[in-house]
């Protein structure tokens, strides 16, 4: 299974042409997923972090999922599952094309749609879903504050605002590669450029002016995610996860050695993060530095994302939702029986997804309680 960037570099190629043949194959082994997970609560913390992504041995737990599982799929590369869903599962949206990024904040939550071209919003509680964004490219990372919602669309090199009181789209940087991940704090938009292997930055109010590079000469920089004086990202190709503040300064390598880390959330203390490579971990490591340990090993996990008690992820090898306590335990099912579960975000009461679905205009959001 690969990842969220590995995907992306797949979408950002071949969108404009074979856009819905992509969204179909992107849960098989062979396929790629194209967004490496947020981390943006909403508030412009990384505490109650959107991104993509969990983990599992036999029913989706711990270890490797039954290669048997897998092969009896359902046309598209996503494992067939028998949908008992999981007490509380509520479906927020249907009939999505491919919606994959994901974040909330108090009152709605917000995805993007790659196949669509969408950026959408729907009450946390249920409700019609509402439009924010038409006629992208392909929007994938999404991250929310009080005023506007921002995304990144890799296939149109942009990073992209709007209002989230209405009104039209905002370029907020063009000419990248292949933005990725996005988060914003403080009235700045962070964002990685995975082919431009860079980290940049660039003011909510720039009204045209050019992106900023926090960080240069990164192999394949994915997922991002803001704390209070920080931000922090990994580098796929580096197997690192890095800091810099937010002002400005030198890129410090915190961890390395990892194999494939992709999808990254924050808490106020910990780092936490899926590392793909060899059947796909949950990772965390202080974001003061120091050894990395692992809570919970298989399940190909997809995004990822944290409250200040549980870690949770999205494993599209075996269509759950799973969580795990910050300071390790047992993993636990949230929701089972999902098809492709992708992106993931976390609130004060409940966990949210994106489901790729079956087919064409069959992905969904859904939800659960924490």
Known sequence: MAGPSSRLRAVATLAMLVAIAVAHARCSTSAVKAFPALADAGDGSASEAAAGADTGTEAGVTGELDGGQEDAGLGNGCPSFAADGG????????????????????TSVYWTDSTAGTVMRAPLDGGQPSVLATDQDGPQGIAVDADNVYWTDPPGGTVMMAPLDGGASVVLASLQSQPSGIAVANGVVYFTDFDGIAVMSVPVDADGAAPIAVATGQAQPSGIAVGASNVYWLDEGAGTLMTAPLTGGVAVTLVQGQGTPAALALDPTTAYWTDESDGGAIVKAPLDGGSPTTLAAGGRPWGIAVDGTSVYWTSTASGTVMKVPVGGGTPVTVAAGQSCPQGIAVGATGVYWTNAGPGTSAGTVASAPK
């Open 87 to 106: 007490a509380g599962v509520v479906t927020l949206a249907t009939a999505q094309g491919d919606p994959i990024g994901i974040t909330v904040d108090s």
